[in-house]
């Protein structure tokens, strides 16, 4: 059995740094990576003085959920959900919340999740270690609208979506809330909020609901990923289930996880994000421009979101999983990133990539020119 593709997945994922192996064996440099999850160098040090962090005094012994009761509750609170209705448990990141929650439902018999595409690559190889068949639903690239799916049809089905949609730049809209609400009646949502924009959480309108799952990783969001926790919300009847599995799944919290929610909850996150959303918005406005004179790029971002997708809809889907015509484009051009192939981007959108906001610098905007320029012409 080959290692490297026990998960469909990250088989992908090793298939483009291939690709970027054979560029920096070749001319000696890395391509520069347009859509890689860390911000560049010259986008961290404009925001490493605005992060304020306070740590907790005692780091030797561990830190669970039950011991710091206060901060649950002002998260839960702050995320829009009523302490009375809702419990949560603490753990260090996204990814471990997504496993957590995976587990509760193979736990609860179900065999299948109804995923609305695109979603987090971690929730398919969850899923395939589980033995759960996802079912995927697409939605329109454009408006961000869930198509195939009325909620007449689905009853006592789990519906796992990410909010925004993953990697696209909009947050979910009023119609597909509309939709969520009526699924809600018959049928459990799971909500991940980890990159949501603070105040434009799923939570804050249908997070009561005894059918809703909430995933929450603020700093996220923000694209800061070595201080960071994660928080899953659930009803309060599934306390047991989470409180016993964080012990073998998960463990304790870390200090730095402790610290992130300090940050969160006393006031320092706020600065933090007003601080980088200030410079993404000027990196979109350069995005924005530059696609505005390429009519074969289709861009779109009105909320403004760090992670986002341009797309080139003319050109082939297919292509966005072809080696060779990636290796053409990568050898040309000195970018990296990874297409919307990768993560179940709807066919509709032709070859489309990912783009990191955060990775703003002089390189990211030549690169990306260069790359631009080069799909309108291929």
Known sequence: MDS?????????????EGLSEQYKKLYSIEPFNLSYWDPSGDFSKKMLP?????????????IFTYQIENLKNQLLIDLGFDPNKKDAIFTPNGTTSIMMVVHWIKMKGFSKLNVICPSYFSLFNNCQKENIKIIKHK??????DLLEINPMKYRDEIFWLTNPIYSLGFHLNKKNLDIIEQLLV????????????????????YGN??????????HKSVCINGIKFSAIVFSKEDEPFFDQSIDFLCGGLNIASVAAINN??????????NKFQEHINGTHLFVKNICKEIPQAYYNNADEHYLTSISFPKIPYKLSGNKKFLWNIMDNTGAAF???????????????FRVNMARDSSQFRSTLTRLLLFLAHS
């Open 4 to 16: 490297k593709k026990l998960f469909d997945t990250i088989s992908t994922f090793d298939e483009l």
């Open 50 to 62: 605005y992060i304020k962090l306070k740590y907790p005094k005692n780091s030797i012994n561990y």
């Open 139 to 144: 939605i329109n690239y454009i408006t961000g």
């Open 186 to 205: 018959k049928n459990i949502i799971i909500a991940d909020d980890c990159v949501a924009h603070k105040y434009k959480e799923i939570s804050r309108v």
């Open 209 to 218: 609901h005894k059918n809703f799952i909430g995933i929450y990783a603020p």
């Open 264 to 273: 969160y909850l006393d006031g320092s996150y706020e600065i933090y994000k």
């Open 338 to 352: 990874i297409t919307g192939h990768f993560n179940n981007y709807p066919k509709e959108s032709g070859f489309s």
